[in-house]
């Protein structure tokens, strides 16, 4: 039986999680919830998450939420893995990746896909969409020239770490239904990222497994 089980969405933020576990060649179960029927507010999952979200790690009797924690947890457990870099600099350099995407990146673009959060009227609401679009745009051309700028080949430096799953999170969504950027051509270096994430056997699993396109070469 498997040691980890991985509570995900497809599409969702937990691929970020999703994608770790694949490279780390863990023992885990990835249970799928549908998010449209609201199975994340089922009374079993709320035991496991209160927060009622995506992901959830259950690991013994562990449970982690939230992606950064997830992701430093399996790197952690995994050492063999070299998913959380070594050095000092590398090592700061993807916890502030995991930081900013989900403390920034992530924020912004729920402000268009779940205003309902953050206002209660339609007007409120679509004054929070607007205003998140504009947000998300220069957040993901903050992610393209922070990429830009590096110049590396992953992330956090020339070596493949958790931050790594984490971006490509958020270019799928930017190729989404929702924001429709054209990404190969507003953001090069970023796709560039993600086209070489699509070469990794870890992440043409979870993408299989979540029914996602890879992204495309």
Not at 32 to 43: C, H, I, P, T, V
Request: charged letters at 25%; glycine letters at 6%; aromatic letters at 10%.
């Amino acid at each position: 039986m498997p040691r980890m089980k991985l509570f995900y969405a497809p599409g969702a933020c937990s691929l970020a999680s999703h994608i770790a576990l694949e490279e780390a060649g863990a023992d885990f179960e990835a249970v799928r919830l549908d998010m449209a029927k609201g199975e994340q507010k089922s009374a079993d999952y709320l035991k496991i998450n209160p927060k009622g979200r995506v992901p959830a790690l259950v690991d013994g009797d562990l449970t982690v939420t939230e992606n950064p924690a997830i992701l430093r947890y399996v790197a952690i457990t995994h050492p063999e893995s070299h998913l959380w870099p070594a050095d000092p600099v590398g090592e700061a350099r993807c916890a502030e990746w995991l930081a900013f995407m989900s403390s920034t990146v992530h924020p912004s673009y729920a402000h268009i896909r779940r205003a309902e959060r953050y206002a209660s009227t339609e007007e409120g609401k679509a004054d929070v969409v607007e205003t998140g679009r504009k947000a998300t745009r220069e957040i993901f051309a903050m992610v393209e020239e922070k990429l830009a700028k590096a110049g590396d080949v992953w992330a956090a430096g020339e070596s493949y770490s958790v931050a790594d799953p984490y971006l490509i999170v958020f270019w799928t969504w930017g190729r989404g239904s929702v924001l429709r950027y054209d990404m190969a051509a507003d953001f090069p270096v970023w796709t560039a990222h993600a086209q070489r994430m699509a070469e990794r056997p870890a992440v043409r699993a979870a993408f299989e497994r979540e029914g996602l396109t890879l992204p495309k070469g």
